[in-house]
């Protein structure tokens, strides 16, 4: 690994999150696999009860899902954007996620990317994720509706559309103390 991307990684972890501003493109997943461990994200619940926003977000397709109507069954809904390294760690966590819970939990990634479709289904396919679909939200409504103004951030849902809990920053989807709080709205 060169020096100028070791020391890009390690100011990227550093800040502990994305800002929304960045401009930068997200490093390639193999440069950020020794990243994981770093996850430190922690577990919000004071805004447990709010209601999920109803904002319409979109696949690259323009096919368009109102995030209001997903009441039914638990949701994980995270903003994150291709630009972001510590976005760009969680996703692969994420897809797996995914596939381990199934029906019971339907993960959601918003990209809050504004430039537009094209770069989302990139990153998609060179990632090859099998379980996570690409939604988008380049206007950041969502993550303005949320009261989010750091990526990646992502919000457990019950099946009323009810606020569990938030993690704003990084974490380690994969882990123990994610799978308990994840089990709380999965039946």
């Not at 997943?29 to 461990?37: F, I, M, P, R, S």
């Not at 750091?150 to 099946?159: A, E």
């Amino acid at each position: 690994m060169s020096l100028r991307l070791s020391l890009t990684l390690i100011l990227a972890l550093s800040l502990g999150a994305c800002d929304r501003e960045a401009a930068q493109d997200a490093q390639e997943q193999g440069e950020l696999a020794d990243a994981k461990a770093s996850l430190v994200g922690t577990i919000d619940r004071s805004h447990a009860g709010e209601l999920m926003p109803a904002v319409a977000i979109t696949d690259p397709a323009g096919n368009q899902l109102n995030t209001g109507a997903l009441q039914g069954g638990p949701v994980l809904l995270n903003l994150w954007a291709t630009w972001c390294a510590p976005c760009v760690v969680e996703m692969p966590i994420l897809d797996s996620l995914a596939g381990e819970f199934g029906d019971a939990l339907r993960v959601i990634t918003v990209s809050q990317d504004m430039q537009g479709a094209a770069k989302v289904e990139r990153f998609f396919a060179d990632n090859n994720f099998v379980n996570l679909q690409p939604w988008l939200d380049p206007d950041n409504a969502l993550g303005f509706a949320i009261g989010g103004g750091t990526l990646p951030t992502t919000v457990l849902y019950d099946s009323q559309g009810r606020e569990v809990w938030r993690v704003i920053g990084e974490y380690d989807w994969s882990g123990a103390e994610a799978g308990e709080a994840i089990a709380e709205v999965v039946e």
